[in-house]
């Protein structure tokens, strides 16, 4: 079994929103705290969404790159939403209140959703200057692909190198659940279908857990944004779109899915 040394691990409670490191945990004894690595996925992740009620659809973070400027986090039994020239909100995690349930379409795909009543939809609806309203959805139902992903630290070195851009430090733009060690550019779409042991190279929280490398992760032009500002400061997409190999939608390729092992 092929070893990996984490060097991050993070997601995001709110799709679309900026992608930030959290706590990995495989504790049984807590299996709702956010971060709990679980079959569908790290526990929070991309938990809530934002809907356009009029188009029935779940918003789309290349449609969207602004909200990257929105920091979410949780804290305890609630989520802090930072919008950027607005005060705080925070959720109560434990009391939402429901308003009701909208199947949406998400890439070509119906997917149920909780509706919120919340301050939150005032606020995303003023900075984003259309009426949207917060949803909650069920676990991996707002993952465009398999429950989580991984991206070689070289990999990442190798572009960087080609961008004449520090593309590692900046590995958030990625927005893959695993930023792992590893020598060879792209080696980690070689893998598919070996098991890895992956764990925590210093004080990422996560004790050895074991998973089974997917395919190749097929890139849109949202890795063209600054996982800060949203603003599109590099062509990182043209390069992949010149250079990588393409999966059976016709995307260039970059990480690749993993799915926990059984028994993991």
Not at 59 to 71: A, C, D, F, S
Request: aromatic letters at 8%; charged letters at 20%; glycine letters at 8%.
């Amino acid at each position: 079994m092929r070893t990996l040394n984490v060097e991050s691990y993070g997601f995001s409670p709110l799709k679309s929103v900026r992608h930030l490191p959290f706590r990995a945990s495989r504790e049984p004894q807590h299996p709702a705290d956010p971060g709990y690595l679980a079959t569908t996925g790290p526990v929070g992740d991309r938990r809530f969404c934002l809907v356009d009620l009029e188009k029935k659809a779940v918003l789309r973070t290349i449609g969207h790159l602004e909200l990257m400027q929105v920091v979410c986090t949780y804290r305890g039994q609630n989520l802090a939403i930072t919008i950027p020239g607005q005060p705080e909100i925070t959720l109560d995690l434990e009391n939402l209140s429901v308003t009701g349930q909208l199947t949406c379409d998400y890439w070509g795909r119906e997917t149920t959703l909780q509706l919120l009543n919340a301050e939150a939809n005032r606020a995303f609806s003023a900075f984003l200057k259309k009426p949207v309203t917060l949803a909650q959805a069920q676990p991996n139902e707002v993952v465009y692909g398999e429950a989580f992903t991984l991206i070689g630290s070289a990999t990442l070195d190798y572009l960087g190198a080609q961008l004449k851009h520090p593309l590692l430090q900046e590995h958030a733009r990625i927005r893959s659940t695993f930023l792992v060690e590893t020598e060879e550019p792209f080696e980690e779409e070689t893998w598919q279908g070996q098991p890895l042991l992956l764990q925590a190279k210093d004080d990422a929280g996560l004790p050895p857990t074991r998973f089974i490398a997917g395919e190749p992760l097929g890139r849109c032009a949202v890795v063209d944004a600054n996982p800060e500002t949203g603003e599109r400061d590099l062509p990182l997409f043209k390069l992949l779109s010149q250079t990588r190999p393409r999966n059976r939608r016709g995307e260039p390729v970059l990480g690749i899915y993993l799915a926990l092992a059984r028994g993991a």
